[in-house]
């Protein structure tokens, strides 16, 4: 199998285009209270499908190296939208809760997983001079994707029932996976899979991988545990409903931007350096929130802290990158990321229940920013290795 790829930038855009559609998985929240009505059932329950989708998404991003060099990447690429159509088509045809765990929960978040994965992946092979600024773009468009697709989800479900919805988001998963297939076989994309001698270089490097695995499991917890209840904090802050619907926009705005800003600096800093900055840079953010006290201030302060958060996100596949070459790094980030998936399982929850037993955000957000604190310790604790080296 060759090694050149002979139109990179046609292989970014496709790269984009599957993050783009599949980032609205985490347009899920739109569904909460439609589907709460719908099936007459718990905010847990319902709340339920979203958890079991970052889970499967988190496994099949961990596994997903396995995968990756068995087919081409028009046809891996393609089978991802795919599959994740067939979910959704399922989770709306049996409209029962057990069709949206199965569909939306299992089918569609592993589709997710292995799409997300491997074109983060493909994308730094293909851009090899600037793996950041590539990888850090798809992170970036994956969140807007989250954005974009809940406006749409929102304007649908006005006039039409959730599974129709999710019918149409099918539809749009398929054509993207017609249009991603065109765009990877033009391109002439060739995933390079690890050999066997660097799969084993890597399991004896599982202290620093580790350390990896805490530094972003702590800095993504650090802005889940603000980011999981902006709402609610700018609530408390007196805001009024349209100033909550800003705060969501504005955190979605400062992730994707600090996404692209990350990846690009991701090129040009020392990994150390990027990792213990944004989660140092959260850190602060954080404790400026607990001293705000106007709903307006609060957006802005929430909207920083968004920015961080996706940088941080974006700059650790880099990093990895970075830290033990493009060959190592789809194994190696496939254990890294599930400290994404832990987080985003658990900070939310721990906020939510620190909140309960204080009636105060005030603790949560302190506990986040200790989060961040740990998080830029451990990035400072890294190898002084500027890009493309590996420390095996």
């Not at 990179?8 to 790269?15: D, E, I």
């Not at 929130?289 to 941080?312: E, K, P, Q, R």
Request: charged content about 5%.
């Amino acid at each position: 199998m060759t090694d050149t790829i002979s139109r990179p930038r046609l292989t970014l855009l496709a790269g984009c285009v599957v993050t783009g559609t599949l980032g609205s998985l985490h347009a899920f929240s739109v569904f909460l209270v439609p589907l709460e009505s719908n099936f007459e059932a718990s905010r847990s329950s319902i709340s339920l499908v979203y958890s079991l989708a970052l889970v499967t998404l988190t496994v099949m991003v961990l596994v997903g190296h396995r995968l990756y060099g068995l087919v081409s990447p028009a046809t891996l690429a393609a089978l991802a939208c795919i599959g994740a159509a067939l979910g959704l088509v399922l989770a709306g045809a049996y409209d029962s809760l057990l069709g949206l765990y199965v569909g939306y929960g299992v089918l569609f978040g592993a589709a997710n997983g292995v799409g997300y994965g491997f074109v983060l992946q493909l994308v730094a092979q293909a851009v090899p001079t600037a793996p950041g600024m590539a990888m850090g773009l798809v992170t970036a468009v994956y969140a807007a994707g989250s954005i974009a697709f809940a406006k749409f989800y929102a304007m649908l479900l006005v006039n039409y029932s959730p599974a129709e919805t999710m019918f149409a988001m099918a539809a749009v998963m398929l054509l993207t996976s017609v249009i991603v297939w065109l765009l990877l076989t033009a391109s002439g994309a060739r995933y390079r899979a690890a050999s066997n001698d660097a799969q084993t270089g890597v399991a004896g490097q599982s202290t620093l991988v580790f350390r990896m695995w805490l530094g972003y499991g702590t800095g993504a917890a650090a802005g889940l545990m603000a980011i999981g209840h902006a709402t609610a904090i700018v609530m408390d802050r007196g805001g009024t409903p349209a100033m909550m619907v800003a705060g969501v926009m504005t955190i979605g705005a400062g992730n994707a931007l600090g996404g692209v800003l990350a990846g690009y600096l991701a090129d040009k800093i020392p990994p150390r350096v990027t990792l213990a900055v944004l989660p140092g840079l959260s850190c602060v953010a954080l404790v400026c929130l607990t001293l705000v006290v106007d709903a307006a201030v609060a957006v802005g302060v929430l909207a920083s802290i968004g920015f961080c958060y996706g940088a941080i996100i974006a700059v650790y596949p880099a990093a990895v990158a970075a830290v033990f070459g493009l060959e190592y790094a789809p194994r190696v980030y496939g254990r890294v990321f599930t400290a994404w998936g832990l987080a985003g399982l658990l900070a939310p929850w721990l906020a939510g229940v620190i909140y309960d037993q204080t009636l105060t955000y005030s603790v949560a957000i302190l506990v986040a920013a200790t989060l961040g604190l740990v998080s830029a310790a451990l990035g400072m604790s890294l190898p002084q290795i500027r890009g493309g080296k590996t420390p095996i």
